[in-house]
Structures are given as structure tokens and as C-alpha cells.
T-cell receptor, first 117, second 109 residues
Framework: DAGVTQSPTHLIKTRGQQVTLRCSPISGHKSVSWYQQVLGQGPQFIFQYYEKEERGRGNFPDRFSARQFPNYSSELNVNALLLGDSALYLC????????????????FGAGSRLTVL | GQNIDQPTEMTATEGAIVQINCTYQTSGFNGLFWYQQHAGEAPTFLSYNVLDGLEEKGRFSSFLSRSKGYSYLLLKELQMKDSASYLCAVVRGDYKLSFGAGTTVTVRA
């Protein structure tokens, strides 16, 4: 079975540009979360979607937006890029958005590494 | 706010045991994950604890004390491939994960 897949794997943008990152969850998983991981730090929660509805938003500016499609894939959009947006953006999926356990584990993709120049 | 603390770095020799501690203060608690992350790769699931006590899974074990806000990950019979960052992640009351900064473990021959 394919794991969580993300695209693109690497990208370089300049300040002020916009970027769209894509994520396909594990088949059967209905919840998708996005995290930002700056070098040397742990992942920071950005968004969570479940059954196409936003279930949570972290402490990120309105330049960040996301959506989930009927097939449960998801996109993360970042507008007006700043140098500080340079990071690894991780997508994670799970069967549902609560009741984590050994049977409902948050599984991560390999990430999209964004560099803003 | 969320506060999750773990040591920044640890070094151990091949075949040894290393214990990575994690202390947390979060708004609610619905469990604690440990993930392993090799450089440039995705975090991969190691263990999940929601009740007090020790969970053993092969060479890796994880312990939780909810009253103390404390967990540890125990890595036994260290192998070179265990060199990685280990992330402690608390499931908050709203079921969102808060991560620690990670502990980089270096295994030396």
C-alpha cells in the first residue's frame, strides 16, 4: 500500500510568490493534517481536515490556507511568501481525527521542502 | 501554552542503551506518541501511550506517567541505523499534536 505522498518534494520560490503543496493520504484515511518543520525544531501544527471540513487551525497567519477534496487529498497554499516560510512542510493522515491509538496512528509523508529566497 | 521538553542531543555506543526523556505541560492530554525521523525523511511511528506504564515493542520501549507529565523512550541494543532524531508528541485535549523539538541520537561504533 502506498503511504502518504506529497508533491513537490523540493521547491524554491522568491519572496512575495505563492506556493501550493499537495498531499494524498493513505487509502481509507479521512483525516489530513499539515505541519511546518523548521530546521532543528519539531513539527508545528498548521491545519487539520476531516471529511472535507476544517477541524483545527494552528497559530499561523491568514496567508496560509488549505482544503480537502472529495477523494480526501489535500492542498496547502501559502501566499505572499516570506523568508521565514522556508521549512519542511509535512502532511499526515489518519483514519479519523480523534481517538488516536495503535490502530489510529498519524502517518507522515516525506514532506515538501520549501526554500524562499 | 504548550510546553514539551526533551534533550537536544544524546550520544551512545553501539550495543548500549539510551533513554530519551520527555516532559510536558499541555492543555489537556489524550496520549503521547514517539516518532523517529532520519535526516530528510518523514517521521515514522514508534509508539503510543495513553495509560500509565511501560509499552514494549522489540528493542524500543516507552513509558508514561500522566501525573508527572513525563514519558521516556528506551532504545536497547543500539544499532548504527538508530542514529536519528526522536520526537515526543503529545495529543492535546483538542486532539491536535504538539511536538517537542526532538532529540538527536548519535550512535558510535
Amino acid at each position: 500500500d502506498a503511504g502518504v505522498t506529497q508533491s513537490p518534494t523540493h521547491l524554491i520560490k522568491t519572496r512575495g510568490q505563492q506556493v501550493t503543496l499537495r498531499c494524498s493520504p493513505i487509502s481509507g484515511h479521512k483525516s489530513v493534517s499539515w505541519y511546518q518543520q523548521v530546521l532543528g525544531q519539531g513539527p508545528q501544527f498548521i491545519f487539520q481536515y476531516y471529511e472535507k471540513e476544517e477541524r483545527g487551525r494552528g497559530n499561523f497567519p491568514d496567508r496560509f490556507s488549505a482544503r480537502q477534496f472529495p477523494n480526501y487529498s489535500s492542498e496547502l497554499n501559502v501566499n505572499a511568501l516570506l523568508l521565514g516560510d522556508s521549512a519542511l512542510y509535512l502532511c499526515a493522515s489518519s483514519l479519523w481525527d480523534t481517538d488516536y491509538s495503535g490502530a489510529n496512528v498519524l502517518t507522515f509523508g516525506a514532506g515538501s521542502r520549501l526554500t524562499v529566497l | 501554552g504548550q510546553n514539551i521538553d526533551q534533550p537536544t542531543e544524546m550520544t551512545a555506543t553501539e550495543g548500549a542503551i539510551v533513554q530519551i526523556n520527555c516532559t510536558y505541560q499541555t492543555s489537556g492530554f489524550n496520549g503521547l506518541f514517539w516518532y523517529q525521523q532520519h535526516a530528510g525523511e518523514a517521521p515514522t511511528f514508534l509508539s503510543y501511550n495513553v495509560l500509565d506504564g511501560l509499552e514494549e515493542k522489540g528493542r524500543f520501549s516507552s513509558f508514561l506517567s500522566r501525573s508527572k507529565g513525563y514519558s521516556y523512550l528506551l532504545l536497547k541494543e543500539l544499532q548504527m541505523k538508530d542514529s536519528a532524531s526522536y520526537l515526543c508528541a503529545v495529543v492535546r485535549g483538542d486532539y491536535k499534536l504538539s511536538f517537542g523539538a526532538g532529540t538527536t541520537v548519535t550512535v558510535r561504533a
